[in-house]
Nanobody, 114 residues
Framework: QVQPVESGGGLVHPGGSLRLSCVAS????????MAWYRQTPGQEREWVAI???????FYSDSVQGRFAISRDNDKNTLFLHMDNLKSEDTGDYYC????????WGQGTQVTVSS
C-alpha cells in the first residue's frame, strides 16, 4: 500500500520560503494526478496545488502566484515550493492523489510567524 511521506516543513518568517517534499513509493507515480493539501487549525483539509500527470498544474486562489508544484517521476517525489509565505499559510501539509487514493501520511508542519 502506498504511504506518502512528507518532509520539509518548519518555522519561517513572513515573506520567507520553504520547499516541501513528498515521496510516494509503491505506485506508478507518473500516472498519478498528485496534489498538496493543507489543514489549518479548526479547518478541513483543502487542496492548494495539483499536478496532473500530463503536466498541467492548478492552484487555489489563496496560493496562486506564490506556490509552485513540481514532481520528479523517476524518484516518485512531489514538491511544493512556497514563496512569500504568510501567517495564514500556517498548517499541516499533506500530499495525496487528486482523487485522495492513498492513506494520509503524517504530513509536515509549516509555521509562518515573526
Amino acid at each position: 500500500q502506498v504511504q506518502p511521506v512528507e518532509s520539509g516543513g518548519g518555522l519561517v518568517h513572513p515573506g520567507g520560503s520553504l520547499r516541501l517534499s513528498c515521496v510516494a513509493s509503491g505506485t506508478i507515480f507518473r500516472f498519478e494526478n498528485m496534489a498538496w493539501y493543507r489543514q489549518t487549525p479548526g479547518q478541513e483539509r483543502e487542496w492548494v496545488a495539483i499536478s496532473m500527470n500530463y503536466g498541467e498544474t492548478f492552484y487555489s486562489d489563496s496560493v496562486q502566484g506564490r506556490f509552485a508544484i513540481s514532481r520528479d517521476n523517476d524518484k516518485n517525489t512531489l514538491f511544493l515550493h512556497m514563496d512569500n509565505l504568510k501567517s495564514e499559510d500556517t498548517g499541516d501539509y499533506y500530499c495525496n492523489t487528486k482523487e485522495i487514493a492513498f492513506p494520509w501520511g503524517q504530513g509536515t508542519q509549516v509555521t509562518v510567524s515573526s
